[in-house]
């Protein structure tokens, strides 16, 4: 049974990595030990080592150890075998680049799809949509593809940000660059605030945090659903 | 001789769309007329007519028309045939799908390379770059590829933004998405604030405006340049 956190950020503002999902982490991973960590999007371009040991040190707090995917010689493999999986954010562009040149897009859900504990933080959260196309980040790399996971019917929008009332800055709002993605396509898109995840188990989908989440259908005006609110029928 | 106007924005807080620009353009487009327009961008998702309406109402305010290179049932030749051209903003990942399966990259750089005048403005800008890969937009269609005109040397990165020091938004400031580009790409970014644009004559690239902009090359720490200062040899 599908069992996955799809949140919106790793660390929010005042609070270390992960800690404020610590309870909802005990719960996912309980009786794990050890989490294959995917540190493909690497934030700030630091090595896959260094992200590996950064998060290492949040894991370690709750008693549990990481090991990069990048460590073993075949990644497939490692997917099949974890006992819980962990893909970290940074950008999406390379993160997706990464997950289709090594050949892991097929078996990270598969495994997923078969019951294997998943975190996604930030972009790690974007590829449980249908496709990367409501990411917030900057095309550094021209993936081979924009589809991703579709572990959720619907697309994911992390970092989710309110359009703020005093800005005299003309770029989009995140609001209208969702509004100009549903001119082409249908489906949902999830806001997710800072602080808000998804509580992804078989079919069912639950928003957590303390924070609503923004909701966006194509051809209607956008709307908040409240904590515990379930999304699995949002298609 | 290459004459382009390469604007970060059409419009700027408290002024009508190119009001800011109306001395530089009447330079830009001196003793023309009419203005091939190409609408791909469709900002909001309105139609091409639509877009080159709204467009129009601004360049009528100097006495000159625009037509839209969609009305053409070739547009490569509308483009060789063409006294001056503008691209405007919207989503500039569909801008550069439109140019590639419209086929017309290759007549539009030749146009400006020939000396057609041209003004581009955000995602008509960003295409002048060498790439796409810095642009703010969300990546809602996937094009053939992100390589653009490389009009000028370098990339370019409209609306250019700095980052907020009293945000607790953890998603990633401008500065960072462009020092995680040059993670993988060398070439340099020149960050645009709105009210500047880029001056190409020839070999020769101005920055115009009253604000600084801001410079970003691998490996270095970003500078600001003032307005006057010549980047063509930023490369």
């Known amino acids: 049974m599908t069992n996955c956190i799809i949140a919106s950020t790793s660390t929010i503002h005042g609070s270390k990595p992960l800690e404020y999902l ?27 080592d260094e992200y590996t040991s950064n998060v290492n040190i949040a894991f370690n707090k709750i008693n549990k150890k990481t090991v990069g995917i ?4 075949n990644p497939a493999e490692a997917l099949k075998n974890a006992k819980g999986i962990f893909t970290g954010g940074g950008n999406t562009f390379l993160l997706v680049d990464q997950l289709y040149r090594n050949k892991v897009i097929e078996p990270l859900k598969n495994a997923i799809h078969s019951g294997t504990p998943y975190l996604g933080t930030s972009a790690g959260s974007n590829i449980c949509g249908l496709t990367m196309q409501t990411t917030n980040d900057m095309p550094i790399v021209y993936p081979p593809s924009f589809k991703t996971l579709g572990i ?9 940000l309110d359009p703020d009332p005093n800005s005299t800055h003309k770029g989009e709002t995140r609001e209208t660059r969702i509004k100009e993605f549903h001119n082409l396509d249908p489906q949902p898109v999830v806001g997710l605030r800072e602080g808000s995840w998804l509580n992804v188990k078989g079919q069912e989908v639950l928003l957590k ?11 209607k005006t956008p709307y908040e659903v409240e904590p515990e609110s379930a999304l699995s029928n949002l298609n």
Request: hydrophobic share 35%; charged share 20%.
């Open 22 to 48: 610590r309870e909802a982490l005990l719960e996912l991973y309980s009786g794990i030990d050890e989490i294959l960590f995917i540190p493909y999007a690497r934030p700030g371009g630091i090595t896959h």
């Open 70 to 73: 990048h460590t073993f010689s």
């Open 152 to 160: 959720v019917p619907f697309n994911i929008n992390p970092h989710y």
């Open 209 to 219: 945090g303390k924070l609503s989440a923004r909701i966006f259908e194509q051809n």
